[in-house]
Nanobody
Framework: QVHLVESGGGLVQAGGSLRLSCATS????????MGWFRQAPGEEREFVAS????????TYADSVKGRFTISRDNAVKTVYLQMNSLKPEDTAVYYC?????????????WGQGTQVTVFS
């Protein structure tokens, strides 16, 4: 099992940037594909980005492609989400997710979430 703790959320003006971090515990971080999902008020949770357990493959939702970058550092067992050119519609609780599989398909582990609020 892996325990996930997100950080880095906050309040930012449209056009600004934030970097989310997801620190993990356990000795098998490199066995997990990692992802970021988000949930806005009144909406269902949606996929944002994922990275394979090797770090060699990334995928993005169309709504964030070109603005967000997911990365991982297996040495410090952390996954990041760099968010640039933020828009008010990016406002949501962002969740880190993990799955013991080469790629994210159905996450089995979730963090508690971190709030991102973008104001215009």
């Amino acid at each position: 099992q892996v325990h996930l703790v997100e950080s880095g959320g906050g309040l930012v003006q449209a056009g600004g940037s934030l970097r989310l971090s997801c620190a993990t515990s356990g000795r098998t971080f490199s066995s997990y594909a990692m992802g970021w999902f988000r949930q806005a008020p009144g909406e269902e949770r949606e996929f944002v980005a994922s990275i394979s357990r090797s770090g060699g493959s990334t995928t993005y939702a169309d709504s964030v492609k070109g603005r967000f970058t997911i990365s991982r550092d297996n040495a410090v067992k952390t996954v990041y989400l760099q968010m640039n050119s933020l828009k008010p519609e990016d406002t949501a609780v962002y969740y880190c997710a993990a799955q013991a599989f080469p790629f994210i398909t159905t996450p089995t582990n979730w963090g508690q979430g971190t709030q991102v609020t973008v104001f215009s």
